[in-house]
């Protein structure tokens, strides 16, 4: 295992390839403006749906369970394996980065089969997919009536004309999201936060503060499957039309759940801060969003750091 791991590195950084997330556009069908009008259609049409994306991190772990569980291993198997294109083979998984950046808990790599099977189905849910990683194919057959759309045209709405947020105005729209407090303060200050006042229109907002399970953060569940269900049981009860969801491994699980409630989910994940004005250092850094910073933004509150919390994407969230 160590030495296949070697031979890789080698050929990877050896023909000027990168190890980690393969980016890829090719499944994408609309783009931009397109993508951003078709997500406005079908939230005008008040019937359920789901909008997401595969986190980076959750997406590699489902692959890699998929390639841990193949009977026999192809020529081509292996090529893969060396070129960065194909994430593990046989051995054993590890699930740090699941753990750590995701909120997945126990850290027991016996338990990604569960994980692989809630995930799964709610891969199949999905009727709009922010595409952009080349590992999706994995799930192609799952996703074959789901439209792709690029990521700018679904997390980035202030970018275009008739942004798609304009189709919650008047419904009651749930936000689930560690940053509740910043959302709502944000919320109240709506007008002053994008000039486009169509990005943050007038509606009911309801905030629903998920469970926070990053970097090994104790919680009183005994795993994720549990502190999931809590969730689902919570939200349930809510009276909502709308959930804009991002809340880590949680999310499109979440997005999935809200959808087979006959509501509408759109799985911002960490761009929703974003909507609603709260930098973070992800966006300090990309000229094309920190560009529409004001004086009305604002970061989110100490008190939202979790233990380690730089330790996440060196604090991108922050």
């Not at 993508?35 to 939230?43: E, G, V």
């Not at 699941?98 to 808990?105: E, I, Q, Y």
């Not at 809510?238 to 959808?259: R, T």
């Amino acid at each position: 295992m160590v030495i296949f791991r070697i031979i890789r590195k080698l050929i990877v950084y050896g023909t000027g390839r990168k190890e980690g997330t393969k980016l890829y556009d090719g499944y994408v069908q609309l783009n931009g403006q397109e993508a951003n009008d078709y997500i406005s259609k079908i939230i005008a049409s008040q019937k359920p749906v789901m909008v997401a994306k595969f986190g980076t991190i959750e997406l590699n772990a489902l692959v890699s369970h998929l390639c841990n569980k193949q009977e026999s291993y192809s020529l081509k198997d292996y090529v893969d394996y060396f070129r960065g294109e194909k994430p593990t083979l046989w051995w054993k998984i590890k699930i740090d980065s699941l753990c750590s950046n995701a909120g997945f808990f126990p850290n027991d790599s016996s338990l990604l089969e569960n994980f692989y099977q809630v995930y799964h189905q709610a891969i199949k849910n999905i009727d709009v997919l922010g595409s952009y990683i080349y590992n999706e194919k994995y799930f192609a057959q799952d996703l074959v009536n789901s439209v792709k759309v690029d990521l700018d045209g679904y997390y980035a709405p202030f970018l275009y004309n008739r942004p798609w947020t304009k189709k919650l105005e008047g419904r009651k729209v749930l936000v689930i999201h560690p940053f509740i407090d910043e959302i709502k303060r944000q919320y109240a200050n709506r007008e002053k936060i994008w000039s486009d006042t169509d990005v943050l229109p007038n509606f009911e907002l309801l905030t629903y503060k998920p469970i926070v399970s990053m970097l090994d953060k104790k919680t009183e569940f005994k795993n994720w499957f549990e502190a999931l269900e809590k969730m689902q049981s919570d939200i349930k009860k809510i009276d909502f039309d709308v959930a804009i969801i991002g809340c880590g491994a949680y999310g499109l699980p979440l997005a999935s759940f809200v959808k087979n409630l006959g509501k509408q989910s759109i799985h911002l994940a960490g761009w929703t801060q974003v909507l609603f004005g709260i930098k973070g250092k992800r966006w300090d850094d990309l000229p094309q969003i920190s560009k529409f910073y004001n004086d009305h933004w604002i970061r989110p509150g100490q008190n939202t750091k979790v233990e380690g919390f730089t330790k996440i994407e060196n604090g991108c969230y922050w």
